[in-house]
């Protein structure tokens, strides 16, 4: 079981009417959310994407992480991904959202939710995680891996 140092205030993962890629997109940029007692970032970067979810694993006092990364591209309505990394050995490599951004939110609507996520503007704390996969609201650890 590997451990990684992680910043908790997660250096996360994210249209302009065309490339949601664009340095110009509101989308760019370290987004935060938080869920239960979770948190999930996301960071935006040129094409790039980085989503990180952490959750505090009780019975070690450390934290789960799963990382999921890939590139990305947008249009007025939906945000299209396509991972390339993961630590879940069978994720789905391409998926989409609808979404709505503005200067200070991004919202991801999903078939039976929506994550509202905030400017990411910490730096965060060390914090000692374990990589794997939360399967069923079970957590299995595994590595970051090509997909």
Same mark, same amino acid.
Request: include cysteine.
């Given at each position: 079981?590997?451990?990684?140092?992680?910043?908790?205030? *997660?250096?996360?993962?994210?249209?302009?009417?065309?490339?949601?890629?664009?340095?110009?997109? $509101?989308?760019?940029?370290?987004?935060?959310?938080?869920?239960?007692?979770?948190?999930?970032?996301?960071?935006?970067?040129?094409?790039?994407?980085?989503?990180?979810?952490?959750? $505090?694993?009780?019975?070690?006092?450390?934290?789960?992480?799963?990382?999921?990364?890939?590139?990305?591209?947008?249009?007025?309505?939906?945000?299209?991904?396509?991972?390339?990394?993961?630590?879940?050995?069978?994720?789905? $490599?391409?998926?989409?959202? $609808?979404?709505?951004?503005?200067?200070?939110?991004?919202?991801?609507?999903?078939?039976?939710? *929506?994550? /509202?996520?905030?400017?990411?503007?910490?730096?965060?704390?060390?914090?000692?995680?374990?990589?794997?996969?939360?399967?069923?609201? /079970?957590?299995?650890?595994?590595?970051?891996?090509?997909?």
């Amino acid at each position: 079981m590997g451990a990684l140092v992680v910043a908790v205030g *997660l250096a996360g993962c994210g249209g302009d009417g065309g490339d949601g890629g664009s340095l110009n997109s $509101p989308l760019q940029g370290r987004w935060i959310a938080t869920t239960n007692s979770c948190a999930i970032g996301l960071n935006l970067t040129g094409n790039a994407f980085t989503s990180r979810t952490v959750c $505090p694993d009780v019975s070690t006092g450390l934290y789960d992480l799963r990382e999921e990364d890939g590139t990305f591209t947008a249009d007025e309505a939906k945000i299209y991904f396509h991972a390339t990394d993961s630590t879940c050995p069978e994720p789905t $490599p391409s998926y989409y959202n $609808p979404y709505s951004v503005t200067a200070t939110s991004l919202t991801l609507t999903y078939s039976d939710s *929506l994550i /509202v996520f905030g400017r990411n503007t910490s730096t965060g704390t060390g914090a000692v995680a374990t990589y794997g996969c939360f399967v069923n609201g /079970v957590f299995d650890p595994a590595p970051l891996v090509s997909l």
